[in-house]
Nanobody, 122 residues
Framework: VQLQASGGGLVQAGGSLRLSCSAS????????MGWFRQAPGKEREFVAA???????SYADSVRGRFTISRVDAKNTVYLQMNSLKPEDTAVYYC?????????????????WGKGTLVTVSS
């Protein structure tokens, strides 16, 4: 499975962005998906995840502002980010795994895409 994240960019605080993660390869199998981010000088952290059946999980720092969704017919997962804050600035990565649950730990994921940079200015 190959993953390609896109949609990052520069936005002012309070603005919105929508990230996309497109999957190719063995996409006939529905995978659990996740978004993670890594800010400069910090460790990678969990942002949001969605199971193959649509169960969702969010980090406390983004709950109520970010929404993860998936369109299996398009092999794509989205991360809608609203009310962005400067502390949301990071490289955002999407990841997938064959597991049937919803996973918040990076170690649960088998496949990772290259990140997309989100910069939120104050």
């Amino acid at each position: 499975v190959q993953l390609q994240a896109s949609g990052g960019g520069l936005v002012q605080a309070g603005g919105s962005l929508r990230l996309s993660c497109s999957a190719s390869g063995r996409t006939s199998i529905t995978y659990a998906m996740g978004w993670f981010r890594q800010a400069p000088g910090k460790e990678r952290e969990f942002v949001a995840a969605i199971s193959s059946r649509g169960t969702k999980s969010y980090a406390d720092s983004v709950r109520g502002r970010f929404t993860i969704s998936r369109v299996d017919a398009k092999n794509t997962v989205y991360l809608q980010m609203n009310s962005l804050k400067p502390e949301d600035t990071a490289v955002y990565y999407c990841a997938s795994t064959r597991g049937s649950g919803v996973y918040t730990r990076g170690g649960n994921y088998d496949y990772w895409g290259k990140g997309t940079l989100v910069t939120v200015s104050s």
